[in-house]
């Protein structure tokens, strides 16, 4: 498909949008050192900062400026992989999708055709069937499960959405957030596979500048040694010789494997099952910890599915975690 | 279980295989299929692969299992250990259990066996010979219950059909061959989603999660509107459990904004027990299961997974039960009455009894009856 200047400066993570670059004839070095593309850094770099406030790139669509757009946002991947800030990277990454989400939700409530790009962009690179039927985007049932599980607010769970026929009807702003989460991932994922040749020195105060701003999101991690709700209760009905589901068995093992104890340390806290079997305990437990075949380690399930197996007794102090291996776990940020 | 009763219910068993290999088929692509079986007082076998109906039925006549299962998934490599076998997609399984169902009807016809001295009892909470409160429950066959598992399938096969869009060719629905039935969908769109996918899913079917909002619930709740009965989804099916008619629903609609939006969110909660599928979540949310085999007797009653083709007529103590009739006399010891082929057996006090083969399979199974 080829696409127009305006379509790249709104959509800049196409591939057809380094291909423009080049149909351009700049390179690197150009932009180093030529005074008059000094601009196109400046922005890059107001593009990474305002990324990094949590804010959205407000961008300038006047015919004069679309190559800014679109080379700003390419010169900012280039400062940002060559810094290697992964805080960086993922700041932006997220702000850039939201922007992008702007204008596809637009692209969407304007769409004449199933066949426009904001259409493409959604199938193409995010394999999410949607078509326009009347007011509502309509994106088959199991597209949404595979998109909405990203999602931990009730409003995404599938019971509360219209769903018709095998499909889910959506409003163009639903429809385009539910691929947010996608969009930030193929937009960090292009930075951190950038194949970039060795900037040129004119770039190091670009990348100092970088590497000032990310010092500020230094996060340190103050954990409590309380077990979530889920896990005492596991524990408390092991500890009345009662019979805890093998869902909570599983939890239970790979909460405390996960937290660092040993497989003997946990072993023992099974005794008092009614159907205890030692050997049995210790090969499933051998088997969680990953000491058999691939070495796959078992990770602890999420808050959400302790949910649908009623293993979940959340308190406040759960606040909003989505796995329980997060509870009691507070970030200090210097932002 | 003893030996003699072992030899007993493994020669019912082969008989029946061997008779009833018309019954028993792999499902669709079975050689990406994962097998599996127990045999009775034993472990299970499984990572086994069989490539056709005629290497099942092999292993059925050289094995003779107490239970014979299925992966639900297939796989590229289904025989090797799990972390090998390569996932490719699974078929959406779901179980309804009338235990789940909590009816009044199940203490009349639940039987207890005490963990210590093995005397068999009902109605009370500790055994009346040794008073121990440590007992194995097992429930016999209801009308009431089967009734009650039937009603959940229609509701789920009604929500499967509109909602998720799937044909009712592509739904398979089984007797479980106890106490409820499997319901099996094979489509495409659905087979590839993994275990938290499905867990939304399940969510979807038994009604958790659901919040005021989508319900009608505004910010200042004096101005909520409330769907209409007609609605699609689960916006008409709230709508007709809270309204019951269109008449009712401005007068019911004024009394919800005035009892206020937390009464709101308590009612739409307490629905879930009402309009919810009652589905057994671990059976669908689990993407590597091994699931009974259709055709293949369950032992925890000598009964047969049967397909239905018309789950409103099917009768399982009629349908299901495929043992001869040939008499056998066991030592039954049953204090709940249980029917079979329309007659009505027991409750039998630690008797000595002559019944046909397949009621003697029954209360075997059951842990009731021991061969004489």
Sequence with gaps: ???????????????????????????????????????????????????????????DFSIKNLDKEVFSFLIAVILLKQSGMNTLIKRFSLSEARRAEKFLEKDLVNLHTNDELAIKIIKDLFSMNVTKSGDYFVIPASDYLMHAVHFHEQEWKLVNRLVDGGNVFLSAHEAVRLIRKELDNYISKKINSANIPDLPESFRSSINTLLDLAKKFKVQII????????????????????????????????????????????????????????????????????????????????????????????????????????????????? | MHEKDVKFLEDAFKKYYFEHFDLIHTPKNPEMREFGYQKFNSGMNRHISLKSDKELHLMLMKNIPSDVYCSNAKYSFPNLPMAEKDWQ???????????????????????KKCSICSSVFSNTDSCPQCNSTKFETTSLLCNECILGAKKEVTKLISILTTDLGIYSENIIVYYSGNEGFHIHASVPEYEKLDSRHRAELVDYLTFRGAIPETFGARTNFTKSTFPDLDDRGWLGRVSRAVFNSKSNKQKISKQIISDGYFSFKKKIESLQ???????????????????????TINSKSGLTKMRCTDISKFNPGLDACFIDESDVTVEANCPVSFKLKNKKFGPYQKERITIPKYAAVYLLCKGCASVV
């Design chain 1, 223 to 335: 954990e409590t040694t309380e077990q979530p709700p889920c896990v005492k209760h596991a524990l408390e009905i092991l500890s009345k010789g009662e019979n805890l589901p093998h869902s909570g068995r599983f939890m239970l093992a790979t909460y405390l494997l996960n937290k660092g104890q040993t497989i003997e340390e946990v072993a023992p806290l099974f005794k008092n099952a009614p159907d205890y079997n030692e050997k049995i305990t210790l090969y499933q437990l051998k088997h969680l910890a990953g000491n058999f075949g691939s070495g796959t380690k078992y990770a602890c399930p999420s808050c959400e599915k302790l949910k649908s197996e009623n293993l979940c007794f959340a308190t406040p102090e759960c606040a909003n975690i989505v796995n329980p291996l997060q509870f009691g776990r507070k970030k200090i940020t210097n932002a």
């Design chain 1, 1 to 59: 498909m080829k696409l127009g200047t305006e379509e790249i400066a709104k959509y800049p993570f196409l591939t057809e949008a380094g291909n423009y670059l080049r149909e351009k004839g700049f390179t690197l070095e150009q932009f180093g050192s030529d005074s008059d593309l000094k601009p196109i850094i400046e922005l890059a770099i107001n593009r990474i900062q305002t990324a990094a406030d949590g804010k959205i790139f407000n961008s």
């Design chain 2, 89 to 111: 997609n699974a078929d959406l399984i779901f179980d309804i259990d009338a235990k789940d169902l909590h009816l009044p009807c199940r203490v009349s016809h639940t039987t």
């Design chain 2, 273 to 295: 027990q009402e309009i919810g599928v009652k589905i057994d979540p671990n059976v669908t949310i689990d993407v590597h299961r091994i699931f009974r085999l259709g055709g």
